[in-house]
């Protein structure tokens, strides 16, 4: 019971009512007291009466008249004169005197706490205007210990219909909250169980149902979720299928590179000038595809592989790869730039280098001719005492706005019509791999900068973009 939702509401429901009660239980006491000696008053006012309707009374009907009124005796005073109307032996003396005339709430309160927690038999007066303005004062002398006796009965029927009470609304509250809260939580709860089950299913994707309206708000956010996740598990899978599929064409294409590179041993054997020229740069290009071909087959079993960090001169990677693009260029007016440091060596994987670069380099590429446009792309270094930075800078259009929201997301980051939005994921991958950050530092219609910093200690960059 006490580790359930409801089980707990119930218990603590009636300790809250009980608590109340309690509050209410002081004042009740002190009224009933209050009630119960008005009520002797007027008994007694009406027992001398008797006195009055004639000269003498016999002592058995006084006694008679005291006892129903429940006191030993009645004074009246009427003008002046204080008139003694019935009278009888007191057992002991007077040991507290009430005044009922009017008296303050707190007084009441603490007369009859008083009363509750003396146990002595005392003999007590109390004090009260008589009824119907039959007098000034009337006055009555009595036993505390009926008071009392009445005081506690009343008081322990108090307690009980309290507790019947607290027992019955914690009951219908218990009730409610099984009603209202326990059973639309353990809807949500048997949703999320069957949603576990298949993710993949959509069917099982919760429908916001709930009336109240925490509780709905809770089922909307679930089925937020919910639809992301199975939307991300569909992505994976699809993924997943096409990973597959690039494996197997990567192993076709390696197989056909390997030939291709066969050939161009022979071709670095000819004498032709312009031949002897681009055959290196041929037989690199053929060299670094097998490469990524063997890469991806290696990536359909595990993840990129580990960067193979050596000091690397950044000024050959770097012209070789703008050759390279310049070449497939072509007759796009596009022009390269580049201010690297001669004699820079950076700590890195130059074939993993290699690509990041030319990814990026490419995708400057393409958006400077997807223009026809002139453009110049520029590729600078520099360094402190704890990094490398590398910015390479365009003067295309900039990034849209869709690129820019999901720039290192796969399949969603494309900036270009036919483009996938894989080379900037690839590129922040290798970057992270060895311990730095790519970052875009700018985009706007007059160009686009990004950002490679290396690390020259052996712990990455604090992470950022990418």
Not at 18 to 32: C, D, G, K, W
């Amino acid at each position: 019971m006490l580790n359930t939702l409801s089980g707990r509401f119930l218990i603590l429901t009636v300790i809250f009512v009980m608590l109340a009660e309690v509050f209410i239980f002081v004042p009740s006491v002190a009224r009933f007291r209050e009630d119960y000696l008005l009520d002797r008053l007027e008994r007694a006012q009406i027992a001398s009466l008797a006195v009055e309707a004639g000269p003498m009374i016999s002592p058995d009907l006084e006694a008679e008249l005291l006892k129903n009124a429940g006191v030993f005796n009645v004074v009246l005073r009427r003008d002046d004169a204080r008139q003694l109307a019935l009278s009888s032996p007191i057992p002991s003396p007077i040991s507290a005197t009430y005044d009922m005339r009017d008296p303050s709430a707190s007084t009441l309160i603490r007369d009859a706490m008083a009363t509750l927690l003396d146990t002595q038999p005392r003999i007590i007066r109390v004090i009260g205007d008589p009824v119907q303005g039959a007098g000034r004062l009337i006055e009555v002398t009595m036993m505390q210990v009926p008071l009392r006796a009445a005081m506690l009965e009343y008081g322990l029927n108090v307690l009980l219909l309290s507790a019947v009470i607290s027992v019955i609304t914690a009951f219908l509250l218990f009730l409610a909250v099984r009603v209202l809260l326990v059973r639309p939580i353990k809807g949500v709860v048997d949703h999320m169980t069957a949603y576990a089950a298949a993710p993949e299913d959509a069917r099982r994707i919760i429908a916001p149902s709930a009336g109240v309206r925490e509780l709905r708000d809770a089922e909307v956010a679930l089925q937020a979720m919910q639809t992301q996740l199975t939307g991300a598990l569909k992505q994976k899978d699809r993924l997943a299928q096409l990973g597959g599929a690039v494996a197997k064409v990567s192993h076709d294409l390696r197989n056909i590179l390997t030939a291709a590179q066969l050939f161009t041993d022979r071709i670095e054997g000819s004498d032709d000038p312009l031949v002897k020229r681009m055959a290196p740069k041929l037989v690199g290009s053929i060299s670094r595809a097998v490469h990524l071909c063997e890469s991806t087959l290696a990536f359909g079993r595990a993840d990129e592989p580990a960067p193979r960090l050596d000091h690397v001169n950044l000024s050959r990677i770097v012209a070789d790869v703008i050759e390279g693009e310049r070449l497939a260029a072509g007759d796009d007016p596009v022009s390269f730039a580049e201010d690297i440091p001669a004699t820079m060596m950076l700590r890195a994987d130059e074939e993993q280098m290699h690509r990041v670069l030319t990814n990026l380099v490419r995708n400057a590429r393409q958006a400077i001719a997807a223009t026809h446009r002139a453009g110049e792309i520029a590729v600078t270094a520099a360094e402190d005492d704890t990094s490398w930075c590398i910015r390479v800078a365009d003067t295309g259009p900039g990034l849209p706005a869709k690129a820019r929201e999901h720039l290192f997301q796969p399949f969603q980051g494309g900036a270009r019509k036919g483009g996938i939005g894989l080379g900037l994921v690839i590129a922040g991958d290798l970057v992270r791999g060895h311990g730095g950050r790519l970052t875009l530092a700018q985009t706007d219609e007059n160009g686009t900068v990004f950002e490679i910093r290396l690390p020259k200690a052996d712990f990455a960059l604090s992470p950022t973009n990418g």
